[in-house]
């Protein structure tokens, strides 16, 4: 089970050094009880230390005082006087997430509702630490960004949880489309050796002609132009002049990534035998989508769970929960990247969040390109579209701040917003799926996790 460490503590700097010292790992729990019920524990109990103390002169010191205080930064509130001690430890027992699950399916898969650029990546780095084995597919015409000190971690080919969770493998799939020079340089910054990470075999080398040739056949759509487009038509079109070991189509032909290659689905039928649990990380969105997407203005691969999967080497009976992030106000990259219902300016956006329209002219630029993304109202029919390509058990909700500024200060559920608690309610309404992870904002602590698994 491993070694669990259990510690008080009685003012915030304790909770915040600890959050900062051990992340993820730390969980706040705050007891409280009414001032009557609190006062008859401390008469009754016989601790040397407390008996020639008064309840009242206790209640003057100031760190006793503001105690309760503690509990707008907790996890979870407990009221010890509605529930026994047997409770309280069930409870932190399911916090602590220590009970036997249920079902032998080991995949969680976490894929964009929308348009892209939903957040992924911090969801990602939110749950990674709870992951053995993390799964990437797609290409570097999507990064994915992970809040971290002194500036953000950026991942074009690497799993987002690669830093969140040091202890995991990393497995790029058949499906993945990668450019050497980039993978590379990300391998070395993240300090990635190469009995952690592997890439499969198959998976589809970008050449520099490649890059070259699919910015000047795809810049009247927006496209990122990373030559991951021409790079997998290859895949289909070259299979007739393709001859091993004299060109570098796939992953296996190119001797700087030889340490890396190993096969997918056998890494990944180890994991199964040996109960590992694994994250597989979509990118991009489902209205990206090559085959359900408003085609001409899509990617080139299938971006839904499906997509995935396939692209991945997993089948479907292995998954257990299918995650969809979704974004208040949903995006789309600058300039003729295709259409969006109901836009809105940033004057407008900042108006009604509160937030500085400076700062979310900053936020708003892609990872990959720079560009300056578009904004749009949530679009309730693409949602559920999404839901039913997809088939959800659960959404992630992300630029929750964007609904108002004040969501920011939440820490849990039922501190946000009034109107954000109703917006929640109608995306469950819809959608037949619980909400189950916000992000508040982009930090260390922004996501409010509501899981139950």
């Known amino acids: 089970m491993g070694l669990f460490v259990v510690d008080s503590v009685r003012i915030a700097g304790q ?15 705050h007891l409280t009880a009414k001032e009557d019920e609190l006062k008859r524990r401390f008469i009754c109990r016989a601790a040397q230390e407390d008996q020639n103390t008064e ?4 209640k003057r010191n100031r760190t006793e005082r503001n105690i309760e205080k503690l509990a707008d930064l907790a996890d979870i509130v407990v009221s010890t006087d509605r529930c026994s001690s047997g409770a309280v430890l069930v409870r932190a027992t399911a916090l602590l997430d220590l009970y036997p699950r249920g079902s032998d399916a080991l995949v969680d898969v976490i894929i964009g509702g929308q348009y892209g650029s939903e957040g992924k990546g911090n969801i990602v780095g939110h749950i990674a630490p709870e992951y053995d084995l993390l799964v990437r597919v797609g290409g570097p015409n999507a990064g994915h960004q992970v809040y971290a000190e002194p500036k953000p971690e950026k991942y074009y080919h690497l799993p987002s949880g690669t830093t969140r969770a040091p202890k995991a493998k990393l497995l790029l799939g058949p499906g993945a489309v990668i450019y050497p020079p980039k993978l590379l340089k990300e391998i070395a910054e993240h300090q990635v050796t190469d009995d952690r990470l592997s890439i499969d075999p198959q998976a589809m080398i970008i050449s520099d002609d490649d890059i070259t040739e699919e910015e000047r056949q795809f810049g009247n759509i927006s496209s990122t132009a990373q030559g991951v487009g021409i790079a997998s038509a290859k895949k289909m079109t070259g299979r007739s002049e393709y001859k091993d070991g004299k060109s570098k189509h796939l992953a296996k032909d190119v001797s700087e990534l030889r340490p890396f290659i190993r096969e997918a689905h056998e890494i990944i039928a180890n994991a199964f035998v040996d109960g590992k649990r694994i994250m597989l990380e979509g990118t991009q969105g489902t209205s990206l989508s090559l085959h359900h997407g408003e085609y001409p203005h899509v990617t080139t691969r299938e971006t839904t769970v499906a997509g995935c999967l396939s692209d991945a080497g997993i089948a479907p009976k292995n998954v257990r929960r299918i995650v969809m992030v979704c974004r208040t106000y ?4 600058g300039g003729p990247s295709g259409p969006m219902e109901l836009e809105v300016s940033y004057e407008e956006l900042s108006e009604r969040s509160g937030i500085p329209i400076k700062k979310l002219q900053s936020t ?10 578009r904004i749009a109202e949530f679009d309730w029919e693409q949602f559920k579209r999404s839901v039913q390509l997809n088939g959800p058990t659960d959404i992630a909700l992300t630029f929750v701040d964007y609904l108002t500024i004040q969501n920011q200060d939440a820490y849990r559920f039922e501190q946000l ?26 930090d260390w602590r ?8």
């Open 15 to 29: 909770i915040d050094a600890i959050r900062k010292a051990y992340g993820a790992d730390v969980h706040h729990i």
């Open 417 to 442: 917003h009034e109107d954000t608690l109703r917006f929640v309610e109608e995306v469950e309404r819809v959608s037949g799926r619980p909400v189950t992870l916000l992000s508040t904002s982009f």
């Open 446 to 453: 922004n996501v409010i996790d509501r899981r139950a698994w």
């Open 55 to 58: 309840y009242d002169e206790l």
């Open 330 to 333: 949903p995006i789309r990259v």
């Open 364 to 373: 708003e630029k892609t990872t990959t390109t720079n560009k300056q993304r």
